[in-house]
């Protein structure tokens, strides 16, 4: 039988740090509350110029150098982003000309802070099938220039980042891989985390009044949000268990989307399982949407938090509202 494995890792941060006291030079807010209300102490950057493409190359150059792999080996490209380089074209044909990939297909995937996984259950299933051998999957954001970084958008800017991961997932015939992925969604709640514009929808999709009444920032109702995450975070992680037909007991490891470090420790008390099983890196790096996912799984292998054999769960909740979960056998 079949099965996709993760064959290699990389992930890469923007040089610039901005801490808590940084965005308290800019609007109303300060170290103490952000620490509190979401654990986060400094996240990146990028400068003026910098795209989200820009950031996912170096990312998988790494998860393809850990595989042992080069531009040709790979079959298809997953770009999983929420702030494309551009409306069109998407970010992954931009990532296949720098990189220098062969005319390999290149598919971006829009489910926000759940976009990794779902792009991981899309990879599986060419792998299961055998279309594929090698599927690059990438999550990667430049959030920081959506934010409204004055009073006004203060309740979101402060839990972005940006950055970029990356994972080379292979056709294995070991007893190892992704033994199964959850998909959700619930658009009802669309506009409870969302972009108002650019929007197909109007003519011209963006317009210098849009910009002046602030529509085209990331707007959050946060209490909302949090509500929902708390309660997806832990149902799907439990799915995930029981389609396997295991214990939490078995698991080694769940990498959390990094939200806020407080949804985070309700996940491990709602779940009754230590809170140093749900890793955690969002004091470094804030919310970075689809890259914050690949980055952890990226850091855990670096710091040796993953070994073969173990049992890691993904979960994911977002904009949409979207959530998914994988249960991967490392
Ligand atoms: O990745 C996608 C998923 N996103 C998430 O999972 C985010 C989920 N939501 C959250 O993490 C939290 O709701 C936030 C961190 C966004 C906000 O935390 P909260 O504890 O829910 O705060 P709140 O929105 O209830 O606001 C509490 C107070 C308000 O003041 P009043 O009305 O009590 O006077 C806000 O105006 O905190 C104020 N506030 C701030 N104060 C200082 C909001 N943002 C800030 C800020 N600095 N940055």
Not at 31 to 53: A, K, Y
Not at 289 to 294: D, E, L, N, V
Request: charged share 20%; proline share 3%.
């Amino acid at each position: 039988m079949t099965r996709a494995y993760i064959s290699g890792t990389g992930f890469y941060v923007p040089e610039k740090v901005v801490t808590n006291d940084d965005l308290a030079t800019l609007m109303d807010t300060s170290d103490e509350w952000i620490r509190e209300r979401t654990g986060i102490q400094s996240r990146r950057f990028v400068e003026d110029g910098v795209g989200t493409t820009d950031l996912a190359v170096p990312a998988a150059e790494q998860a393809l150098k850990a595989a042992a792999l080069t531009v040709k080996d790979i079959d298809l490209i997953i770009f999983a982003t929420s702030t494309p380089d551009y409306m069109a074209p998407g970010s992954g044909c931009l990532l296949q000309d720098r990189m220098g990939f062969p005319e390999i297909g290149a598919l971006d995937v829009r489910v926000q802070c759940s976009g990794f996984v779902y792009g991981l259950s899309i990879a599986d299933q060419y792998i299961r099938t055998g279309t594929f051998r090698h599927v690059l999957l990438v999550g990667a954001e430049v959030q920081s220039t959506g934010m409204d970084l004055s009073d006004a958008g203060r309740d979101v800017s402060v839990i972005f980042g940006d950055g970029a991961g990356a994972v080379v997932v292979s056709a294995t015939e070991e007893d190892r891989g992704v033994l199964s992925t959850h998909l959700h969604s619930e658009g009802k709640y669309a506009r409870e985390l969302w972009s108002e514009v650019p929007a197909s929808g109007r003519n011209p999709r963006i317009s210098s009044k849009d910009v002046e009444e602030g529509r085209h920032w990331l707007k959050m109702n946060g209490r909302e949000v949090f509500i929902h995450a708390v309660t997806r975070f832990p149902e799907c992680i439990m799915e995930a268990i029981a389609a396997n037909n295991l214990q939490v007991e078995d698991v080694d490891l769940i990498i959390p989307h990094q939200a806020n470090l407080r949804i985070t420790m309700e996940v491990a008390r709602r779940l009754k399982v230590p809170l140093e099983l749900v890793y955690s890196n969002i004091d470094r790096y804030g919310n970075t949407t689809a890259a914050s996912i690949p980055i952890a799984i990226a850091e855990s292998v670096n710091e040796g938090r993953i070994q073969k054999g173990n049992h890691v769960v993904l979960v994911a909740f977002g904009s949409g509202f979207a959530w998914a979960s994988a249960m991967i056998k490392w």
